[in-house]
């Protein structure tokens, strides 16, 4: 068996092809995640213009979300079948296509119409390239998916203050311009580097032993349980229940952090810091634990980060000046990373056979999450006009994933 497996063509290039799309998809979640987590920039200038309500402006924001997890299965199996290369490059035509007709944005059907379109540009990014790593890697797994969900935080990072200058050298229309022409040539260009799976490049997973040596030489489908079989375990709903309210959690806090500073008095170009730095933390948060994953288990990073947020959340609470808000949103961006170890621990519970389609059903639960977290803030604090209440209950459903991650159990 020894021999066989040396003499698979791959071994013979000193050269592996999963860093070229490690790289590629580095780049992907840089321009995808960055543009996304703009939004809370552009929020009040849109606001100021149409005279819309928080929770009207935040409902396209939701709905987007909503189109995600709905097409993130799809797009799941889409992966499974023909590879993330045509799945990323239909996204980003999407996406792309979508902030450049936020542009000429005229009237509330506009903006939800153009947000779904965004939500379907955003459908593939996690499912897609979060699965092919755990393909392409079997030793590091955690920390590659790490370091390519960091693009995200690069992206959070940088775009929201290039965003804010933008708007203050231009127009809101014409930052969405620019943005919606970098993803549509620097994403669409990238993702023509990615490929499915080691074999079609003549390679070994990073880190194979014998039986995922011999099933990839064999072109046959490594093991695992189906989308049917993966339901019918509490586990996977636990985990399931958990990734919602991630989404729930981190964006409530992504939208409305920049508007909710700027009502405590905090200048603009502050607001806009915030949401940079949570980029900033979330690059060192995704490295971190997906490192952690790697070496303590991923359950137990799951239970540390769970707790973090939780703190975090409650610190949104009782802050009152900027500082307070920027402890708060540094522990929260830092335990976000723990989303790096979806994927990994998907593949530890239910296998590599159908994980695209797995981790696109967990992805979808995250989406719902994420839609309806920053819709129900945006409404409690136009029926209250404080956040408080909308915090509160954050900090319940956070505490909830808390205690789930505590009782979940290995299969």
Known sequence: MNKTIEQWPGNRSSFFYGYILVIASFCIM??????????????KPVLSEFGWSRAMISGAFSLSWILQG??????????????????????????GLGYLGMSMLGSLRQFYLLYGIIGVGMSGLNVSLVSTTSRWFIDRRGLVTGIILAGGGLGTLATPPMAHWLISASSWRQSYIIMG???????????????????????????????????????????????????????FWM?????????????????HVAPHATDLGIPASWAAALLSAMGGFAIVGRIALGSAGDTIGNKRTF???????????????LAKDFWMLFAAAAIISFSWGVGALGSPLMAEFFGLKS???????????????????PFMAGYV????????????????????AFVLSVFLKQR
Request: charged share 10%; proline share 3%; with cysteine.
């Open 30 to 43: 840089v321009l995808f995640v960055g543009s996304y987590a703009a939004f809370g920039v552009f929020f």
């Open 303 to 317: 239970i540390v980060s769970l707790a973090l947020m939780t703190f975090s959340v409650f610190l949104f609470i």
């Open 181 to 235: 022409s970098m993803v549509l040539v620097i994403a669409v260009i990238a993702a023509q580097f990615l490929r499915r799976d080691p074999a079609q490049m003549g390679q070994l997973p990073y880190g194979h032993d014998t039986s995922e040596a011999t099933a990839f030489m064999q072109g046959t489908e490594p093991e695992g349980d189906s989308p049917k079989e993966a339901a019918r375990t509490k586990a």
């Open 381 to 400: 604090f136009d029926m209250t006009q404080s956040y408080r209440s909308a915090f509160i209950m954050t900090t319940l459903v956070s505490l909830s």
């Open 239 to 255: 985990i399931a229940t958990m990734f919602f309210s991630l989404g729930f959690c981190l964006y409530s806090v992504i939208v």
């Open 355 to 373: 994980l695209g389609t797995n981790v696109g059903v967990i992805n979808m639960c995250y989406s719902v999450g994420a839609a309806a977290g």
């Open 70 to 95: 709905s097409l993130a299965v799809v797009m799941g199996k889409l992966t499974d079948r023909i590879g993330p290369r045509a799945v990323m490059t239909l996204c980003g035509l999407f996406l």
